[in-house]
């Protein structure tokens, strides 16, 4: 603890409501930040440390953020973006043998710490080295990583990911733009046959980008073979290439650094080597082959080699929201407002009840969502650091898992990211409304991320068909209503069975006193108990939505009202699933510790988190037996009392989430 943090405690405790909670026989952990920070860190601690530092170093940028014109900030952005490159921090991801660092697990970490500073800045890396770059590794094949990837770990060649379409948006598969296989020439042919087939909101399209990797509906001897993925080449010295149309997406919301653009493609020929042939190549007198037979299944595996850019983004989330919490609860132990306790001496507000139940339940769920982050970024380096996924059921169902998951979590995340920011910002005051203080850069910045790499709306229904097939080698073939039909023609019984209900129920009573009272006797602060309580919801809505599906069909409804009348259900049954899946990963991390301050204060969040999540579900609960009127009013006092708990802890918690002194700014409200 610093000088700085012991003088502040010192007069909390003079000021008497931070004294603590009067619990009998509790004893007021201290939290060791450089212990908690390690925690949080992980295996990826130096990567985090060497961001951290470029970060600082490039502190200047958050000023010229506000101070550039359009044009000369996103010129300055580009500059960060290559400065960082020059480092190795954002070429962790790729093959050593093209001067990579051969670990993906490393560059999750290092782009996840990135969005501690400027999000324009997070966002052109992203885009140059996630998804751009990260197209070229996963789709493509040892010639086009030989061509491409060297250049562009350096920045020296600048790219940008044109799948988005004007009037397609989510819906890859129905994407407009063709290639066209043209056997006498030996050339693909990428067209876009009208406006709603334009490429939309183009990361580095407008001014950087000398090639695209663009997604297009692929067209051999006049027979369609889906949509596959094209290097095709946009500017030569800067100039755009004749064929190539391209527009800037105007001013935006936030992220202006970020030069989005709209593409058109009149005729362009490129050669038939720039087709990314991981999984699907054409021969030069015009056959199609692959070695995924199934057209579905190729399609859903091409895209799923893309799904560290969601875990990317959730990540991304989740540390946006450590630095308006980190902003919010140190200007909340400077900041005092009326004579409550100790007149003539205002209190802090932080000593505050409402402020802390407004700002401690939100950094509780900060650090549930970072250790759920941490272990899909672990399957996914898992994953990803095999073979290819051209075959093996079991390999295909880790695959389908992780991607359920990584959209799942990166839902939460960023929702989380946008509730955060707002919440902290009016905890400042009107000190949150003024620039300096960060917090319209960060809300400004961030509201994309809930559309981008997928709505998150769209993606809770990929988690709904997860688990409503199984992740079953179906899982490909089917659109939202084919798992309509697919759930109908399972018995309501089978359903149960592949939802664990009836598993769930045995082993609640196997752990937790009371029988069929089991959410009556078990003490509220018992994780088995807080868990049992999220996982009965997520299987009763998944039930519930089975049930409804199959009332639908055997009603004789048409298969997409019975899907847009249960939709709803569907979303809250996938939203359970992830909230489980969080505060599971949360129990797993407090429970591995070993017995001292640091595992104390790590479950004193651990029990905020899980008893505010049932809190804020408590209708539900109520509705369906079981939370009683005076078991919810219990857990709303335990809540109360965790805060009081967690308020002398409050500083060091947001001090161990590791964000530099220089990414806070806010310097006239924090002090120097």
């Known amino acids: ?149 060297a250049r562009l770990i350096t920045g020296e060649l600048m790219g940008c990911f044109a799948m988005t379409e004007t009037g397609h948006g989510s819906n890859v598969q129905a994407l407009g733009t063709t290639a066209t296989y043209d056997v006498d020439t030996g050339e693909f042919v990428i067209t876009t046959p009208d406006d709603a087939s334009r490429k939309d909101y183009i990361g580095n399209a407008a001014a950087h980008a000398d090639v695209a990797v663009v997604f297009a509906q692929l067209e051999v001897g006049g027979e369609s073979q889906g949509v596959h993925a094209f290097v095709v080449p946009l500017r030569e010295g800067g100039d755009v290439l004749p064929g190539v149309r391209i527009e800037d997406c105007g001013p935006k919301i936030g992220l202006n650094g970020v030069d989005n653009g709209r593409i058109w493609f009149d005729g362009v020929r490129i ?198 097939t199984d992740y079953s080698s179906e899982f490909e073939d089917m659109d939202q209503f084919g798992m309509v039909r697919f759930v109908a023609g399972l018995a309501v019984e089978t359903m149960l069975e592949r939802t664990s209900a009836r598993k769930l129920f045995s082993a609640i009573r196997d752990v937790l006193p009371g029988g069929d009272e089991w959410d009556q006797e078990a003490g509220l602060l018992d994780p088995a108990y807080q868990q049992a309580m999220l996982r009965f919801r997520e299987e009763h809505m998944l039930g519930g939505v089975a049930r409804r599906l199959k009332r639908g069909i055997d009603d004789g409804m048409n298969p997409g009202e019975v899907f847009s009348r249960v939709q709803d259900h569907v979303i809250a049954a996938a939203r359970a699933h992830i909230e489980r899946l969080v505060l599971d990963a949360f129990v797993a991390k407090a429970a591995a510790l070993p017995a001292g301050d640091t595992k104390v204060a790590l479950n004193l969040l651990c029990d905020l988190h899980a008893l505010t999540t049932i809190e804020a579900d408590r209708a539900w609960f109520m509705e369906h037996g079981r939370l009683t009127a005076a078991r919810s009013k219990a857990i709303s006092r335990e809540v109360n009392d965790l805060c009081r708990k967690i308020r002398p802890l409050a500083v060091d918690l947001v001090d161990a989430l590791g964000v530099p002194r220089e990414m806070l700014r806010s310097e006239e409200i924090l002090g120097s």
């Open 1 to 149: 603890m610093t000088t700085e943090q012991a003088a502040e405690e010192t007069t909390e405790q003079t000021d008497g409501q931070a004294a603590g909670p009067s619990t009998r026989g509790y004893v007021q952990p201290e939290v060791d930040v450089a212990a908690m920070t390690a925690l949080l860190d992980g295996r990826y601690a130096d990567v985090r440390a060497l961001v951290r530092t470029n970060l600082v170093e490039q502190a200047g940028i958050l000023l010229e953020a506000e101070t550039l014109d359009t044009a000369a900030f996103r010129e300055r952005v580009k500059q960060v973006v290559v400065e960082m490159a020059a480092t190795g921090q954002t070429g962790m991801g790729f093959p050593e043998q093209y001067g990579g660092g051969g670990d993906i697990g490393a560059s999750i970490a290092a782009f996840e710490t990135l969005a501690l500073g400027d999000l324009s800045v997070l966002v052109k890396v992203g885009v140059q080295f996630g998804l751009f770059g990260g197209a070229i590794l996963q789709l493509g094949t040892e010639r086009h990583h030989e061509a491409y990837l």
């Open 271 to 468: 050669p038939r080597a720039n087709l990314l042939d991981q999984f699907a190549s054409v021969s030069e007198d015009g056959v199609y082959s692959s070695p995924i037979e199934n057209p579905n299944r190729r399609f859903f595996t091409m895209l799923g080699t893309l799904v560290q850019g969601r875990v990317c983004v959730g990540g991304a989330g989740i540390n946006a929201s450590k630095v308006a919490l980190t902003i919010a609860v140190r200007y909340a132990v400077r900041r005092r407002q009326f004579e409550a306790s100790n007149p003539p001496v205002e209190d802090l507000i932080l000593d505050y009840g409402m402020h802390q139940r407004r700002l401690f339940p939100l950094l509780a769920r900060t650090y549930a969502l970072h250790f759920a982050q941490e272990s899909v970024a672990q399957q996914l380096h898992d994953v990803f650091s095999g073979p290819p996924p051209t075959g093996g059921e079991e390999g295909e169902q880790n695959r389908r898992r992780l991607e359920s998951e990584a959209a799942g979590l990166k839902a939460l995340g960023t929702w989380h990211a946008t509730r955060t920011i707002q919440e902290c910002r009016e905890a400042c005051g009107g000190a949150g409304y003024l620039s300096a203080n960060r917090f319209d850069a960060l809300r400004a910045d961030t509201d994309v991320f809930t559309t981008f790499e997928g709505d998150n709306h769209v993606l809770l229904q990929l988690v709904a068909k997860g688990l409503l």
